[in-house]
């Protein structure tokens, strides 16, 4: 049987060792079916509140470290990046060394690294301790629902996962609200500092609860070429999107770094059909369906984390909401999301993937394009409409993405699947926010001379305007101290009319991004395989 990776969705009647169905059952505390779902909920849920609790901190942290633009992406990109490339990874070291031992490293290191960002003082820090957290974060996922799969009997497997989905639903969704609490009457380092206690006690609960589980045929080999070219790859990629605006899209830089992402990619994929365990089994992609959920995930994660990067800045920075308000008016998206997830599973029974995939990248793409309508007076009914639709059209593509997927894979491969599907939404989420943030950048860049002196204000050396590009693309007036009142309303209303503008394109190419992504989700169809991975849908 080839070798299972990251998430592990395969049916009981599979032949892997430690399926649900062949479980011993527990005694006592440690082992315990139910005490080992709270436990891998608590640990999860930090990875979980972290994909979007950030988002309201990124303001917040860019003033107090008087970061760029760029690096304020990097928090976001840096994170999912590592989470992206890990996935698969950690699921072999999970099913080789033990899924309990990957766990309880994988919640030790994110709180480690959750203390040690509250602890910076510097952009680069926070990065890198991002970075880590992303790594750790990628031990934690397949790790949790390999013990799932292990403790639970076949018959309640589904009820656990789905249990732990909407634990997952609930943290993605409280996120912002926790994180505008934090933010406006803490500070944004203790965004991070609630990991600490958070990853000690599933430390703890983790040592007294968990069992360990080994795979008779778990790898004896890792992919470390693979990780490596792959992990190059996407560096080179999003390194190139971030710096584009400033190197320019026709400068040498720019274009090398797309040249050896490209050259690395094709090494990958030439790599893989050489080795033995290889870190993604390409055969894979001969599914016309499988690929084509592969490709849904990328592009609706693309408008999704893109989108949403955005959205934070607007409220805060050109509306002048406070975090927590900010949280609020962003509750309709996710709280919406977690509403949608149940109706679309339904559909999803009912109709196949299809239609319900297809209807959600449509009410995705017509959401975004009226988020591209918003306006620095826009009210909050008019947003909380587009913000409640972005989150319905995206529900059914949460829900029924591992249907598509793992289903169209073969049952010895569903492990690798599912692994594929959160690792194409991270690497999605990733691009989503470098290409979209390129797209607001280079509109800004063009946009704010004429606006400038066309509100008669005094012409800007191109230092200062560089200066002041960069505070716009925030939505930030680039306002110098002493500037009379006159002046300083001016100088609002172009920075804020020009990060409209900005957001605005960005918007609509998310919305061509949804738009493709109807035509992919044709492509879908029900697997054979599908109800073994329909469970795991709405992680």
């Known amino acids: 049987m080839t070798s299972q990776t990251t998430i592990d969705t395969t049916g009981p009647g599979d032949k892997a060792p430690a399926a649900p169905s062949e479980a011993t059952p527990a005694t006592g505390l440690r082992g315990h079916p139910w005490l080992t779902l709270i436990t891998v909920a608590v640990g999860v849920m930090m990875v979980a509140l972290d994909g979007t609790i950030v988002a309201i901190a990124n303001p917040a942290i860019q003033k107090d470290l008087k970061a760029s633009f760029a690096d304020v992406q990097w928090i976001t990109n840096g994170y999912f990046l590592a989470l992206a490339v890990s996935l698969i990874t950690a699921g072999k070291l999970g099913d080789r060394f033990g899924h309990r031992q990957t766990f309880l490293i994988g919640v030790t290191g994110f709180a480690a690294a959750s203390g040690a960002i509250g602890l910076s003082h510097s952009i680069a820090a926070v990065v890198t301790f991002r970075v880590f957290q992303g790594l750790f974060g990628a031990l934690l996922m397949p790790a949790a629902l390999g013990l799932l799969r292990a403790t639970f009997p076949a018959e309640k497997l589904n009820m656990a996962i789905g249990i732990w989905g909407m634990v997952i639903g609930a943290s993605t969704a409280g996120g912002p609200i926790l994180g505008g609490v934090l933010v406006e009457h803490v500070n944004w380092q203790s965004v991070f500092f609630i990991n600490v206690p958070v990853g000690l006690l599933a430390l703890v609960l983790g040592v007294l609860i968990l069992l360990d589980h080994r795979a008779e045929n778990a790898p004896r080999s890792f992919d470390i070429l693979g ?313």
């Open 227 to 539: 990780i490596a070219l792959l992990s190059g790859a996407m560096f080179c990629l999003v390194w190139a999107l971030i710096k584009a605006p400033t190197w320019g899209w026709g400068s040498g830089e720019t274009w090398a770094f797309i040249a050896a992402s490209v050259l690395l990619f094709g090494l990958f994929a030439f790599w893989e059909t050489r080795v033995a365990e290889p870190l993604i089994p390409l055969g894979l992609f001969r599914s016309v369906p499988l690929s084509a959920g592969v490709v849904l995930m990328v592009l609706m994660a693309i408008a999704f984390m893109g989108g949403l990067f955005f959205v934070t800045f607007y409220l805060q920075n050109v509306h002048g909401m406070s975090p927590i308000d900010a949280g609020l008016h962003l509750l309709p998206l996710t709280g919406m999301m977690i509403v949608g997830s149940p109706l679309a599973g339904a559909a999803i029974t009912k109709l196949g993937p299809r239609i319900p995939l297809a209807g959600g990248m449509a009410a995705t793409a017509i959401a975004m394009y009226g988020m591209s309508t918003l306006e620095a007076d826009t009210g909050s009914g008019v947003m909380s409409i587009w913000f409640a639709l972005l989150g319905f059209g995206l529900a059914p593509v949460m829900v029924g993405a591992t249907e598509v997927i793992v289903g169209n894979a073969p049952m010895e491969l569903s492990g690798v699947a599912g692994g594929l599907q959160q690792a194409a939404m991270q690497i999605g989420g990733s691009l989503g926010t470098a290409v979209l943030g390129a797209v607001m950048a280079s509109k800004v860049d063009s946009d704010l001379p004429g606006n400038w002196t066309g509100a008669g204000l005094p012409k800007l050396t191109p230092d200062q305007l560089d200066k002041a590009s960069e505070a716009v693309q925030v939505g930030v007036a680039p306002v110098a101290k002493g500037t009379p009142e006159p002046i300083v309303a001016k100088i609002t209303a172009v920075a804020h009319d020009t990060f409209i503008s900005g957001m605005s394109l960005a918007s609509l190419v998310a919305a061509g991004v949804a738009a493709v992504a109807v035509l992919v989700a044709l492509l879908t169809k029900r697997g054979q395989n599908a109800e073994a991975g329909a469970g795991v849908g709405h992680i």
